[in-house]
């Protein structure tokens, strides 16, 4: 069957050599055009490869001619009696390029005949091939990886925020090398794992509990923040959101208990903003810039004190202390005790309300400073409310800018709800008590900021920035542990992962074109693929390509040239023979193999990497790709790239003008060079698994199962160690042809 196969192949790789010749199309102006270029080389006695461009022109010349024109010196013939190509001299039989020119016999003939097929189409055809083979294979690897990783134990938390993802990738199976017929899919389930990004984000803190509750304030800082960004998603208004910081008191009561100026700040500027709310049955949340100015009249701000006052004795505020403040006294009869409560900060100041006049400013400036963030916040929202309706009248906006106004304006809103909560930071302007809020407790409120960015990311459709908030938030947690040098299972991989395929879903879920989802694979995608066959087979032979990079030394004929002082771009096809599957205890498999390259397309492949809309290409003959070769090339276990060193025949192909009208063509050279390059079988001749082990049919994998059962039941009951051993080594063989 593999003799057929290849057999089939080489067959069908002649057929296309023959097409390819055949089908050039005649026109007499372009090969005028092309005949005459070659001849003027010929005729510059000084110029370099006058012998091959003198062949060159022959080809153009031999379609004309009779059929019987096959070999070089009968196409001259030929022109010889032809009025107009006779006084070409350069095409004459009595024309020689050199004295130093060799007479191949009938053998160099043929080889030559075979060496100016024109080859152009397929030669293009070939790099293209293996160009987007080598983009397929590290696409393939990437799902592959990241099918890998959800379902890792360790990478838990990928699970948790990705469920969908994970359960279609784990339903796609064996299946993710055809990734591309799944991508509708994916693209829903990336979409509905992002949009409810909020709603799984509390689940990976929760997962993470035990470490994170090591450092005070860390667990409840990250709930409180996730709990109102996702409140916020949900359209909740601001001044709500801000009320909400306060209503788990488990929560708020573990935060002060970890960060006591920043959990009491925010109770205290949640209790501000809700002691500014408008009158009941009006529109607006929060009081007018006007209505804030009568605080400036004694008796109304004095009242407002007084309810401040009760409202401080309340059940939903008693809580609010202020911890390590001193004793102190404002006047003979007003005095706080150590780490006073705010009932007892508010008793001293009012039983000194007329003596203190000063101090009375500044416990004002506290209110009224609130104020102007709450309007800021209301105009915002305002902004917000009326920005549809703008959008509308402006038709000639696109929707990518569409979407930006909203989003800038949503940004917006959840700026000045962050001013409203960095109030908290306030506390340190209260007379007398000489508060000073620690850098460390001020992080708190960069998490708020964070997570109702996250908020806004996700309602926006803005997944990237999503991502990227809330990998912000994680490494946060993971470096304050480390820094206190507590246990951690907020491991770096995972953090890498989550942004990395995160990311990704993200670029995917948000193209537009097909071309931009294409964009967003080729720019995530980094290796394995299905180069595999290779990696877990104890032997196998293929027709094989390669796309990679090459350095090393390069010989030129005639010159004196031994440093290692060539590089580039390298694409070579021939035959591979591998021997894989090792080492045995590595749980992701290498391999080893020679390859004997043919021919190398690897200066195309150069110029259509830089170039591949141009359809037309200066005429290549199969001559000018020919490149044998010998290399050992080791293949990288969970990669498609391998590494290789050998020798090679150059191919005289050197370089495509820039502007595809014409290619340079070098002197005879070898080279020994390094490479990389990924690993890209075009057909498997055949490929040995070894140790005896074959595929296993449904029914055969029943009968073994019930057989394993059988003898691990067994197992211990021989008394006897040699059959013990026996039966061991029997359970160890059913299992590896399970396996």
């Not at 860390?218 to 909740?236: F, H, S, V």
């Not at 929560?251 to 809700?274: R, T, V, Y």
Request: glycine letters at 6%; a positive charge.
């Amino acid at each position: 069957m593999n003799k057929k196969r290849a057999s089939l192949t080489a067959l069908i790789l002649a057929h296309l050599v023959i097409i390819a010749e055949v089908s050039r199309a005649q026109s007499p102006l372009a090969d005028a055009i092309e005949m005459a270029r070659h001849i003027k080389v010929v005729k510059d006695s000084a110029a370099a490869n006058r012998e091959k461009h003198l062949d060159s022109a022959l080809t153009v010349l031999r379609p004309y001619l009779p059929a019987g024109a096959t070999t070089t010196l009968a196409a001259q013939g030929y022109a010889s009696s032809n009025p107009f190509l006779k006084q070409i001299a350069e095409i004459q039989p009595e024309f020689t390029v050199s004295a130093n020119s060799t007479n191949l016999g009938a053998t160099g003939s043929l080889l030559n005949g075979f060496g100016s097929l024109d080859v152009t189409n397929l030669a293009v055809g070939l790099a293209d091939f293996l160009i987007d083979r080598a983009k397929t294979e590290l696409n393939t690897a990437f799902f592959e990886r990241f099918q890998e990783a959800l379902q890792k134990e360790e990478f838990k938390d990928l699970r948790l925020l990705f469920p969908e993802t994970a359960r279609l990738l784990n339903v796609v199976g064996t299946e993710i090398y055809r990734y591309d017929a799944f991508l509708n899919n994916m693209r829903t389930a990336f979409n509905n794992d992002l949009g409810a990004l909020l709603a799984h984000a509390p689940d990976v803190v929760e997962n993470h509990a035990e470490d994170l509750r090591q450092i005070g304030g860390l667990y409840p800082t990250l709930m409180i923040a996730l709990n109102a960004a996702a409140e916020l998603d949900r359209g909740t208004h601001p001044g709500e959101v801000v009320d909400h910081l306060i209503a788990d008191e488990a929560l708020l009561d573990s935060l002060k208990s970890g960060q006591p100026l920043i959990g009491n700040g925010i109770h205290l500027a949640s209790m501000i903003s809700e002691s500014l709310r408008s009158a009941e049955g009006t529109v607006r949340y929060w009081a007018t810039q006007k209505e804030l100015e009568a605080l400036k009249d004694e008796i109304t701000l004095t009242i407002y004190f007084g309810l401040l006052y009760e409202w401080s004795k309340s059940k939903k505020y008693a809580g609010i202390t202020f911890p390590s403040v001193a004793a102190f006294s404002i006047c003979a009869g007003g005095n706080s005790p150590q780490n006073p409560t705010l009932e007892q900060f508010l008793k001293a100041v009012g039983d000194c309300w007329k003596d203190g006049a000063s101090k009375k400013a500044e416990v004002v400036r506290f209110i009224t400073d609130m104020g102007l963030k709450v309007n800021a916040l209301e105009d915002n929202l305002k902004s917000l409310r009326e920005l549809p309706e703008e959008l509308n009248e402006q038709k000639d906006l696109s929707a990518s800018q569409r979407r930006r106004l909203q989003f800038e304006a949503l940004s917006a809103v959840v700026s000045s709800t962050l001013d409203i909560v960095e109030h908290a930071y306030a506390v340190e302007r209260l007379p007398y008590m000489k508060i000073k809020v620690p850098a460390s407790a001020k992080r708190v409120v960069d998490q708020t900021r964070s997570a109702l960015r996250l908020a806004a990311a996700v309602d926006q459709k803005q997944y990237g920035s999503a991502i990227t908030e809330l990998v912000s938030m994680l490494s946060y947690a993971k470096d304050t542990l480390h820094r206190a040098q507590k246990a951690n299972t907020l491991e770096d991989g995972m953090l890498q992962r989550l942004l990395r395929y995160g990311t990704f879903m993200a670029s995917l879920v948000e193209s537009e074109t097909p071309e931009q989802a294409k964009a967003a694979i080729e720019a995530a995608a980094l290796p394995p693929g299905s180069y595999s066959i290779k990696r877990a087979s104890a032997f196998s032979v293929s027709l094989n390509g390669y796309l990679g990079g090459f350095y090393g030394r390069e010989d030129v004929e005639n010159a004196d040239n031994k440093n290692w002082n060539t590089f580039g771009i390298t694409a070579p096809v021939g035959v591979a023979v591998n021997w894989g599957n090792f080492p045995k205890r590595w749980k992701h498999k290498a391999s080893l193999g020679l390859f004997v390259p043919l021919i190398d397309v690897g200066t195309l492949a150069s110029y259509r990497l830089k170039d591949n809309t141009t359809q037309t290409v200066p005429k290549i003959t199969l001559g000018d790709i020919v490149a044998p070769g010998l290399f050992v090339e080791l293949g990288i276990p969970r990669t498609p790239l391998t590494i290789g060193y050998g020798w090679q025949m150059g191919p005289l192909l050197r370089e495509v003008t820039s502007d595809s009208t014409s290619i340079v063509l070098g002197d005879f050279y070898e080279r020994r060079i390094f490479t990389v390059k990924v690993d890209i079988p075009l057909v498997h001749f055949g490929a040995n698994t070894g140790r005896g082990v074959r595929p296993v049919s449904a029914s055969k994998r029943a009968k073994l199962k019930k057989r394993l059962t059988e003898f691990e039941s067994k197992v211990i009951a021989p008394k006897e160690t040699g059959k013990m051993n026996c039966k061991k080594k029997r359970i160890k063989c059913i299992k590896r042809r399970l396996s």
